[in-house]
């Protein structure tokens, strides 16, 4: 399986952005999918997740601002950011994890930049 993300760009500080993931295939049986973020010498950390059984976490950073959804007929997740806030700029990447193997899946990055 293969995912895509897409929806990242440059942003002024308040702002707001929509990360879009999407899974190759619709049939994929998924256990999660999350969205991480990598800032500029920094370990890649969790943003937020969202579970088969609809439960979400979120980083204690992003609670009150972001919102992760998932459109299940179409394996679709999205990240909705709002405030921005230029610590949240980092390259925002998707993964999802197989409920039949356990197995991890990434996406390429995608940049998101929040400056005035």
């Known amino acids: 399986v293969q995912l895509q993300a897409s929806g990242g760009g440059l942003v002024q500080p308040g702002g707001s952005l929509r990360l879009s993931c999407a899974l190759s295939?619709?049939?994929?049986?998924?256990?999660?999918m999350g969205w991480y973020r990598q800032a500029p010498g920094k370990q890649r950390e969790l943003v937020a997740r969202?579970?088969?059984?609809?439960?979400?976490d979120l980083a204690d950073s992003v609670k009150g601002r972001f919102t992760i959804s998932r459109d299940n007929a179409k394996n679709v997740m999205s990240l909705q950011m709002n405030s921005l806030k230029p610590e949240d700029t980092a390259v925002y990447y998707c993964?999802?994890?197989?409920?039949?193997?356990?197995?991890?899946?990434w996406g390429q990055g995608t940049q998101v930049t929040v400056s005035s």
């Open positions: 969202i579970w088969s059984f609809r439960r979400t």
């Open positions: 993964n999802t994890v197989s409920a039949v193997t356990g197995n991890i899946y």
């Open positions: 295939e619709r049939t994929f049986r998924i256990n999660s």
